[in-house]
C-alpha cells in the first residue's frame, strides 16, 4: 500500500534522494528521451509532468517523491525512475542506496568490477581487493577474505567504514585500532573531496556519524591525509598477529577505483 505522503516537504538539507532526481532531470533535455523540445521553457531540463509521463507514474507521485513528502518508495517504482531517467548502473545504485531500497536487479558485488580487474585480483597469492569510490569492497581474492573474515565473507556489508566503525570486532581485530580508524577517516576525507555534494557520501557519513562516535568526533576534526601504505597488524583469533605492508595503487583505466594488497611482513606467522 502507497505511503501517505508528509504533511509538508523535508528541508532540502534533509532530503537528499529528491535533490538527486531534481538533479538528473536538470541534466537532461527533451530530445535525450524522444520529447519534443517544446518552446518558453523556464527552466533546463525536464519538467516533472514529463518525468512523471516517461516514468509511467502520476505527475502527483513524482512531485512527492522529490519534494521529500512521502516516507518510503517501492522497489518497481525507483526501477520505473531509473528507466525513465537513464540513469547509468552507477547511478541506479546510488538511487537505491538512497533510498534505502535493495534493488532486485543489482548485479552482485563480485561482478561489478570491470572484469579484468576482478581476475587481476584473484591471482594475486596475498590479500587484495579492490574499493569503488565509496570504499566498498567490490574484488577480493580468497587470501582477504581468510584475513577478512568479518568484513569480506557473508553478505553482510562490504563498505570498509562501516565495517571499521559498526561490526564489534574490528577494534580487537585491528592493532592500533583507535589510531588506524582516525586515520582512515582522515583518508576518506581527502580520496572524496571530490564528491563531497554526491547525495551517496553524504548518506554514507550521516549514518556513520549517528552510529559511532569514533567516527563522528574524527570526521569533525577536519583531518585530512593521502591514501597511503604502510605497516599494517591484525590480530586473529586463531592465528595471533599477522604483519603485512599495505601498498594501495590507483587504476590507470578506472580512476575511481583503488587495488589494496598486503604482502606478508616478517612478523609472526
Known amino acids: 500500500m502507497r505511503n501517505r505522503p508528509l504533511s509538508a516537504a523535508t528541508p532540502a538539507s534533509q532530503n537528499q534522494l529528491g535533490e538527486f532526481l531534481r538533479a538528473k532531470r536538470d541534466q537532461l533535455r527533451p530530445e535525450d528521451v524522444g520529447l519534443p523540445p517544446g518552446f518558453r521553457r523556464r527552466a533546463p531540463g525536464l519538467r516533472r509532468e514529463e ?57 552482485s558485488a563480485e561482478h561489478s568490477a570491470p572484469h579484468q580487474l576482478a ?63 582516525q586515520r582512515l577517516v582522515a583518508e576518506y576525507r581527502s580520496d572524496t573531496a571530490a564528491w563531497r555534494d554526491d547525495p551517496v557520501r553524504q548518506a554514507l557519513v550521516d549514518e556513520l556519524r549517528s552510529a559511532s562516535r569514533a567516527f563522528d568526533v574524527a570526521w569533525r576534526s577536519q583531518k585530512v591525509l593521502s591514501r597511503e601504505g604502510g605497516r599494517r597488524a591484525f590480530e586473529q583469533a586463531r592465528s595471533g598477529r599477522r604483519e603485512y605492508e599495505q601498498f594501495t595503487l590507483r587504476v590507470a583505466q578506472h580512476p575511481d577505483l583503488k587495488l589494496t594488497v598486503l604482502v606478508p611482513g616478517e612478523g609472526p606467522g
Do not use: M
Open 119 to 181: 581476475e587481476l585480483v584473484k591471482v594475486i597469492r596475498t590479500p587484495a581487493y579492490i574499493l569503488d569510490r565509496h570504499w566498498d569492497a567490490i574484488a577480493w581474492n580468497r587470501p582477504a577474505t581468510l584475513l577478512f573474515e568479518d568484513w569480506l565473507k557473508g553478505r553482510g556489508t562490504r563498505n570498509l567504514l562501516r565495517y571499521v566503525f559498526l561490526h564489534p570486532r574490528a577494534p580487537s581485530f585491528i592493532v592500533d585500532w583507535p589510531e588506524r580508524a
Open 51 to 107: 518525468v512523471a509521463t516517461l516514468c509511467h507514474i502520476s505527475p502527483t507521485w513524482y512531485t512527492w517523491i522529490e519534494q521529500g513528502r512521502t516516507q518510503a518508495v517501492s522497489t518497481e517504482t525507483l526501477s520505473a525512475i531509473a528507466t525513465g531517467l537513464h540513469l547509468s548502473n552507477a547511478e541506479r545504485a546510488y538511487l537505491f542506496e538512497l533510498a534505502a531500497r535493495a534493488d532486485p536487479e543489482h548485479p
